[in-house]
């Protein structure tokens, strides 16, 4: 089993009686106990994509994989409802950096952050910024030492400065319509986009 506390520490866990929903829906789809990241696409109707919307779609499956063994347990799977449901920001502001740290070498290049924005436009569809407008604005605010890389401190810091760029980034990785299919079994649009609406019930 997975350990959460790396990702669900010191924040308002989901209160049991939502958590007995979940395990049973978890449960009920995979009597393993485990979802491998093929189920985790189906079930959100995420085939077919092009090949940047997958490298983020299994950027984020690895994310919530915090064991590493190539599944989402129940309660890795509980954990990341409690991080995007109800993680404080500078907890989502970590989780984020981890999606765009795609090498795990404890800073971000402008490589990999234009690299994990273009997958999330390919996911979500059209942003108001272009990857690469989106990644010279973030180097230009938050990139202090113009060193061309972004470390844990000048991310969390610049984007809670920055209420900008604070909403940019949170509504590139908002996933609480990701839950609200698991959550109701609805399928994302005929466009592949999630719906709009937000998780409000589990908030």
Known sequence: MGNNESIAGGQKAVPAKETYVWYKKFMREYPSGLQTLHEFKTL???????????????????????????????????????LVVRGKMEQKLKWYFKL?????????????????????????????LSPEEFTNLVFHKIDKNNDGELTLEEFINGTEEDQDLLEIVSKSF??????????NGNQPDTEGKFPSNLVTRLI
């Open 44 to 82: 959100l109707g995420l085939q077919g994509l092009n090949q940047k919307a997958n490298q983020h779609v299994d950027q984020v499956y690895n994310t919530f994989d915090m064991n590493k063994d190539g599944f989402i347990d129940f309660l890795e799977f509980i954990a990341a409802i409690n």
């Open 100 to 128: 765009y740290d795609a090498d795990g070498n404890g800073s971000i290049d402008k490589k990999e952050l234009l690299n994990i924005f273009m997958a999330v436009q390919a996911l979500n569809g059209q942003q108001t």
């Open 174 to 183: 908002d996933f609480s319509s990701v839950l609200k299919i698991i959550y």
